[in-house]
């Protein structure tokens, strides 16, 4: 990576509604940030209770942000606010087809303060068949030197 990469704590919470349950995830991780120009990235892996591990990276520019995941899953998912994407979700189950449609978006980069953020609302549907209300919010602050 590059050198102005820096040690960081990573919490990913993701909540998952539709008309009848409501699934809370939460991941917490060691990771790295790194930002060029505009482009700010944030690189994690997952260590899933079941499964493969499962690196995620995250890059987000000015009105657009994806999250690439490999490793125990294949997607890649693209949030610019108001837009529809469509994607490929490859898991161990089969392929699935991706529509993700971003209501809302906002981050804030790591400063010197506090930690950064990431906040993702959206609608994601899967094989055209099963839409549900997605809300992710990362949170990541630099790890102390002690």
């Not at 260590?47 to 990276?57: Q, R």
Request: proline letters at 3%; glycine letters at 6%; charged letters at 25%.
């Amino acid at each position: 990576m590059t050198s102005n990469a820096k040690d960081i704590q990573v919490q990913l919470v993701t909540e998952i509604r539709d008309t009848d349950r409501k699934e809370k995830m939460e991941v917490n991780e060691a990771g790295q940030f790194f930002a060029r120009g505009q482009t700010q990235v944030i690189t994690f892996t997952e260590h899933p209770d079941e499964g493969d591990p499962v690196n995620t990276m995250i890059t987000v520019k000015p009105g657009h942000v994806s999250i690439k995941r490999s490793g125990g899953i294949d997607m890649r998912q693209v949030f610019q606010p108001e837009v529809e994407t469509e994607n490929l979700y490859h898991h161990t189950y089969g392929d699935f087809h991706m529509k993700t449609y971003t209501e809302e978006m906002e981050f804030s980069s790591l400063d010197e303060a506090m930690g950064g953020r990431l906040f993702l609302h959206y609608q994601m549907t899967l094989n055209h068949e099963v839409t549900q209300d997605h809300r992710l919010t990362l949170t990541f602050e630099e790890e102390s030197e002690s």
